[in-house]
């Protein structure tokens, strides 16, 4: 056996090593990095739907729904189902502004029986730093603008920034971020308003794993 064939063994073993401790690796962390999302998600879901409010496993109890026009996206969205005493009491819906200045700006918008926005949270963006991030809660507070509204028949215009006539600030020299955010709230608030029957009388997909 020469040395190039040697060396060559050498490195092909090194590589069967390599790729099975990535896969090792992988397989032991994948169970911690999963829960750590759910409890992220968790997180994020009580900080727009008072925990109190709700006795059923939120995360655990939801819908899934393409409805691009009102929810931003072609693949499907999200709806977790918060309910007392088996009766409705609101959702946390995924929903996406897709025209934001650097792209799509993910979101969870939690919204009450009675129609009334109760949080807004930013899962993702790509927005300016500096500018158009000023979304994101731990930046700004921007985003609690949207707490307690009501999207009143006859006063859709409301729900707009104050530079297109309605009631959310804009952020100096970037609207088109709190532009996209609004829009893709009342678009949010609309669906739910339109869809509240079906949302809650559909099947479970989100059941908990055995």
């Not at 499907?76 to 819906?93: E, K, L, Y």
Request: aromatic residues 6%.
């Amino acid at each position: 056996m020469n040395n190039m064939t040697k060396n060559g063994l050498i490195l092909a073993g090194f590589a069967i090593v390599s790729t099975g401790l990535i896969s090792v690796t992988q397989i032991v962390t994948a169970p911690v990095i999963q829960l750590q999302q759910q409890q992220q998600l968790l997180k994020t879901l009580n900080a727009i739907l008072d925990p109190q409010q709700y006795d059923n496993d939120l995360q655990h109890d939801c819908v899934k729904v393409s409805a691009a026009d009102s929810l931003g996206r072609q693949q499907p969205q999200v709806i977790f189902r918060a309910r007392q005493n088996d009766q409705p009491i609101g959702v946390a819906i995924e929903t996406t502004a897709p025209d934001g200045y650097n792209g799509s700006i993910d979101m969870l918008v939690s919204i009450t029986n009675d129609n009334q926005v109760n949080g807004v949270r930013v899962l993702k963006h790509n927005e300016t730093p500096g500018l158009g991030d000023k979304i994101e809660l731990r930046i700004s507070d921007w985003i609690l603008s949207f707490n307690h509204k009501k999207l009143e028949k006859g006063l859709e215009q409301q729900w707009a920034v104050k530079k297109d006539g309605g009631q959310f600030d804009q952020f100096t020299g970037a609207t088109i971020t709190p532009r996209a955010v609004v829009k893709a709230v009342k678009k949010s608030v609309l669906y739910y308003q339109q869809n509240k029957q079906q949302i809650f009388a559909a099947a479970n997909q989100c059941e908990k794993p055995s």
